[in-house]
Protein backbone atom coordinates (compact mmCIF):
# COMPACT_ATOMS: atom_id res chain seq x y z
CA UNK A 1 0.00 0.00 0.00
CA UNK A 2 1.78 3.48 -1.26
CA UNK A 3 1.56 5.58 1.92
CA UNK A 4 3.31 9.26 2.05
CA UNK A 5 3.60 10.76 5.51
CA UNK A 6 4.24 14.23 6.12
CA UNK A 7 5.66 15.66 9.53
CA UNK A 8 7.67 18.39 10.45
CA UNK A 9 4.96 20.99 10.66
CA UNK A 10 3.67 23.54 13.21
CA UNK A 11 4.12 27.61 14.25
CA UNK A 12 6.91 29.45 13.30
CA UNK A 13 7.59 33.19 12.89
CA UNK A 14 8.19 35.24 10.37
CA UNK A 15 11.08 35.43 8.70
CA UNK A 16 12.39 32.10 10.69
CA UNK A 17 12.57 28.73 9.33
CA UNK A 18 10.84 24.89 8.86
CA UNK A 19 12.00 21.64 7.23
CA UNK A 20 9.29 19.19 6.42
CA UNK A 21 9.66 15.77 5.78
CA UNK A 22 7.46 13.43 3.73
CA UNK A 23 8.41 9.61 4.70
CA UNK A 24 7.40 7.61 1.63
CA UNK A 25 6.73 3.61 1.48
CA UNK A 26 5.17 0.80 -0.43
CA UNK A 27 6.49 1.62 -3.55
CA UNK A 28 9.92 2.70 -5.10
CA UNK A 29 10.44 5.88 -4.35
CA UNK A 30 13.51 6.64 -6.55
CA UNK A 31 11.37 5.75 -9.83
CA UNK A 32 8.72 8.52 -9.09
CA UNK A 33 8.62 12.55 -9.22
CA UNK A 34 7.48 13.94 -6.31
CA UNK A 35 5.65 17.24 -5.67
CA UNK A 36 4.61 19.91 -2.80
CA UNK A 37 1.49 20.85 -2.39
CA UNK A 38 0.10 23.56 -0.32
CA UNK A 39 -3.43 24.52 0.73
CA UNK A 40 -3.74 27.97 2.94
CA UNK A 41 -6.97 27.54 5.23
CA UNK A 42 -10.25 27.62 3.64
CA UNK A 43 -8.27 28.25 0.53
CA UNK A 44 -7.76 26.08 -3.04
CA UNK A 45 -4.88 23.87 -4.04
CA UNK A 46 -1.60 25.23 -4.86
CA UNK A 47 1.76 23.46 -6.33
CA UNK A 48 4.87 24.58 -4.54
CA UNK A 49 7.51 22.48 -5.99
CA UNK A 50 8.49 19.40 -8.09
CA UNK A 51 11.48 17.45 -8.05
CA UNK A 52 12.20 14.48 -10.88
CA UNK A 53 13.33 10.74 -9.64
CA UNK A 54 17.10 11.48 -9.59
CA UNK A 55 16.70 15.11 -8.84
CA UNK A 56 17.92 16.29 -11.61
CA UNK A 57 14.95 18.59 -12.52
CA UNK A 58 13.70 20.76 -9.63
CA UNK A 59 10.99 23.61 -10.44
CA UNK A 60 9.04 26.19 -7.95
CA UNK A 61 6.49 28.18 -8.19
CA UNK A 62 7.31 32.06 -8.31
CA UNK A 63 6.34 32.80 -4.75
CA UNK A 64 8.33 30.83 -3.32
CA UNK A 65 11.31 30.91 -5.25
CA UNK A 66 14.62 31.74 -3.30
CA UNK A 67 13.51 30.90 -0.10
CA UNK A 68 12.09 27.41 -0.19
CA UNK A 69 14.77 24.11 -1.17
CA UNK A 70 12.87 21.10 -2.46
CA UNK A 71 15.07 17.92 -2.16
CA UNK A 72 15.21 13.79 -1.37
CA UNK A 73 16.79 11.05 -0.02
CA UNK A 74 16.43 8.19 -2.45
CA UNK A 75 17.67 5.94 0.06
CA UNK A 76 15.89 6.96 3.17
CA UNK A 77 12.67 6.79 1.15
CA UNK A 78 11.79 10.40 2.11
CA UNK A 79 11.42 14.33 0.06
CA UNK A 80 11.93 17.33 2.14
CA UNK A 81 11.00 20.78 1.77
CA UNK A 82 13.19 23.71 3.59
CA UNK A 83 11.41 26.67 4.13
CA UNK A 84 13.46 29.94 4.80
CA UNK A 85 12.15 33.29 5.01
CA UNK A 86 8.67 32.16 6.02
CA UNK A 87 5.76 34.71 5.58
CA UNK A 88 2.41 34.82 6.87
CA UNK A 89 0.99 34.08 3.33
CA UNK A 90 3.18 30.63 3.96
CA UNK A 91 0.44 29.71 6.67
CA UNK A 92 -1.17 26.54 4.98
CA UNK A 93 -1.55 22.51 4.83
CA UNK A 94 1.53 21.48 3.43
CA UNK A 95 1.20 17.98 1.76
CA UNK A 96 3.28 15.88 -0.51
CA UNK A 97 2.31 13.96 -3.88
CA UNK A 98 3.60 11.64 -6.08
CA UNK A 99 4.03 12.15 -9.84
CA UNK A 100 1.85 9.11 -11.17
CA UNK A 101 4.72 8.58 -13.61
CA UNK A 102 2.23 8.02 -16.74
CA UNK A 103 4.06 11.44 -18.39
CA UNK A 104 6.75 13.47 -16.75
CA UNK A 105 5.43 16.05 -15.16
CA UNK A 106 1.61 14.63 -14.96
CA UNK A 107 -0.85 14.00 -12.42
CA UNK A 108 -0.39 13.24 -8.75
CA UNK A 109 -1.81 9.33 -7.82
CA UNK A 110 -0.91 9.69 -4.05
CA UNK A 111 -1.12 12.51 -1.34
CA UNK A 112 -0.15 12.50 2.31
CA UNK A 113 -2.76 13.70 5.29
CA UNK A 114 -0.74 16.65 5.19
CA UNK A 115 1.25 19.12 7.32
CA UNK A 116 0.25 22.39 8.90
CA UNK A 117 2.84 24.95 8.98
CA UNK A 118 1.38 28.29 10.67
CA UNK A 119 3.51 31.65 10.18
CA UNK A 120 2.38 34.18 13.03
CA UNK A 121 4.32 36.24 15.61
CA UNK B 1 1.20 31.22 -16.54
CA UNK B 2 -2.07 29.23 -17.38
CA UNK B 3 -5.14 30.01 -15.34
CA UNK B 4 -7.48 27.63 -14.55
CA UNK B 5 -11.11 28.82 -14.09
CA UNK B 6 -13.57 26.85 -12.73
CA UNK B 7 -17.64 27.06 -12.54
CA UNK B 8 -19.30 26.96 -10.12
CA UNK B 9 -17.88 28.22 -7.05
CA UNK B 10 -20.81 26.09 -5.29
CA UNK B 11 -23.22 23.68 -6.49
CA UNK B 12 -26.37 22.64 -4.28
CA UNK B 13 -27.86 19.18 -5.63
CA UNK B 14 -29.81 16.15 -4.34
CA UNK B 15 -28.72 12.67 -3.96
CA UNK B 16 -29.60 11.05 -8.04
CA UNK B 17 -28.74 14.26 -9.89
CA UNK B 18 -26.74 14.26 -12.83
CA UNK B 19 -23.91 17.46 -11.84
CA UNK B 20 -21.42 18.67 -14.29
CA UNK B 21 -18.41 21.08 -13.46
CA UNK B 22 -16.83 22.94 -16.04
CA UNK B 23 -12.89 24.32 -15.85
CA UNK B 24 -11.85 26.44 -18.17
CA UNK B 25 -7.59 26.94 -19.24
CA UNK B 26 -6.21 30.38 -20.32
CA UNK B 27 -4.61 28.68 -23.07
CA UNK B 28 -4.70 25.11 -24.58
CA UNK B 29 -3.38 22.72 -22.46
CA UNK B 30 -4.24 19.69 -25.02
CA UNK B 31 -5.39 16.83 -22.66
CA UNK B 32 -3.29 17.33 -20.18
CA UNK B 33 -6.39 18.03 -17.27
CA UNK B 34 -7.10 15.91 -13.83
CA UNK B 35 -10.00 16.36 -11.27
CA UNK B 36 -9.80 15.60 -7.70
CA UNK B 37 -12.13 15.63 -5.44
CA UNK B 38 -11.27 16.52 -1.50
CA UNK B 39 -13.57 16.36 1.65
CA UNK B 40 -12.85 18.43 4.45
CA UNK B 41 -9.89 18.26 6.63
CA UNK B 42 -8.66 15.26 4.25
CA UNK B 43 -5.97 15.34 1.33
CA UNK B 44 -7.10 15.78 -2.69
CA UNK B 45 -7.97 12.05 -4.15
CA UNK B 46 -7.42 11.91 -8.14
CA UNK B 47 -10.35 11.27 -10.27
CA UNK B 48 -9.84 11.81 -13.72
CA UNK B 49 -6.25 11.77 -15.37
CA UNK B 50 -5.51 13.26 -19.09
CA UNK B 51 -8.95 14.49 -19.08
CA UNK B 52 -11.11 11.65 -19.43
CA UNK B 53 -9.18 8.65 -18.01
CA UNK B 54 -11.28 7.52 -15.15
CA UNK B 55 -8.37 6.44 -12.37
CA UNK B 56 -8.44 2.72 -11.07
CA UNK B 57 -11.03 2.29 -8.24
CA UNK B 58 -13.24 5.17 -9.02
CA UNK B 59 -16.82 4.89 -9.72
CA UNK B 60 -18.16 5.00 -13.00
CA UNK B 61 -20.42 7.40 -12.13
CA UNK B 62 -17.88 10.03 -12.75
CA UNK B 63 -16.53 10.80 -15.90
CA UNK B 64 -14.71 13.68 -17.34
CA UNK B 65 -14.62 15.22 -20.99
CA UNK B 66 -12.93 18.19 -23.16
CA UNK B 67 -9.62 19.15 -24.70
CA UNK B 68 -7.78 22.39 -25.45
CA UNK B 69 -9.37 25.23 -23.73
CA UNK B 70 -12.80 23.38 -21.91
CA UNK B 71 -13.57 20.48 -20.01
CA UNK B 72 -15.94 18.75 -17.42
CA UNK B 73 -16.39 16.66 -14.69
CA UNK B 74 -19.81 14.98 -15.19
CA UNK B 75 -20.95 12.85 -11.89
CA UNK B 76 -23.99 10.76 -13.94
CA UNK B 77 -26.19 9.97 -10.24
CA UNK B 78 -25.17 12.21 -7.09
CA UNK B 79 -24.18 9.91 -4.54
CA UNK B 80 -24.19 10.61 -0.80
CA UNK B 81 -20.13 10.18 -0.62
CA UNK B 82 -19.85 12.50 -3.05
CA UNK B 83 -20.38 16.09 -1.31
CA UNK B 84 -17.20 17.26 -1.40
CA UNK B 85 -15.42 20.28 -3.04
CA UNK B 86 -13.83 19.44 -6.56
CA UNK B 87 -10.44 20.77 -8.24
CA UNK B 88 -9.28 20.38 -11.43
CA UNK B 89 -5.59 20.89 -12.29
CA UNK B 90 -3.71 21.58 -15.84
CA UNK B 91 -0.22 19.82 -16.02
CA UNK B 92 0.75 20.93 -19.53
CA UNK B 93 3.14 23.75 -18.53
CA UNK B 94 3.97 22.97 -14.57
CA UNK B 95 0.95 22.86 -12.58
CA UNK B 96 -2.13 25.18 -11.66
CA UNK B 97 -4.97 24.17 -9.93
CA UNK B 98 -8.71 25.64 -10.40
CA UNK B 99 -10.20 27.62 -7.41
CA UNK B 100 -12.45 24.56 -6.48
CA UNK B 101 -16.49 23.48 -6.66
CA UNK B 102 -17.99 22.76 -3.61
CA UNK B 103 -21.17 20.21 -4.21
CA UNK B 104 -23.32 20.81 -1.26
CA UNK B 105 -26.89 19.19 -0.39
CA UNK B 106 -29.66 20.86 -1.46
Known sequence: EVQLVESGGGLV?????LR????????????????????????????VSDISSSDSSI????????????SRDNAKNSLYLQMNSLRADDTAVYYCARGSGRTPRGDFDYWGQGTLVTVSS | DIQMTQSPSTLSASVGDRVTIT?????????????????????PKLLIYKASSLEGGVPSRFSGSGSET??????????PD????????????????GQGTKVEIK
Do not use: H
Open chain 2, 82 to 97: DFATYYCQQYNSFWTF
Open chain 2, 23 to 43: CRASQSISSWLAWYQQKPGKA
Open chain 1, 59 to 70: YYVDSVKGRFTI
Open chain 2, 70 to 79: EFTLTISSLQ
Open chain 1, 20 to 47: LSCAASGFRFSSYEMNWVRQAPGKGLEW
Open chain 1, 13 to 17: QPGGS
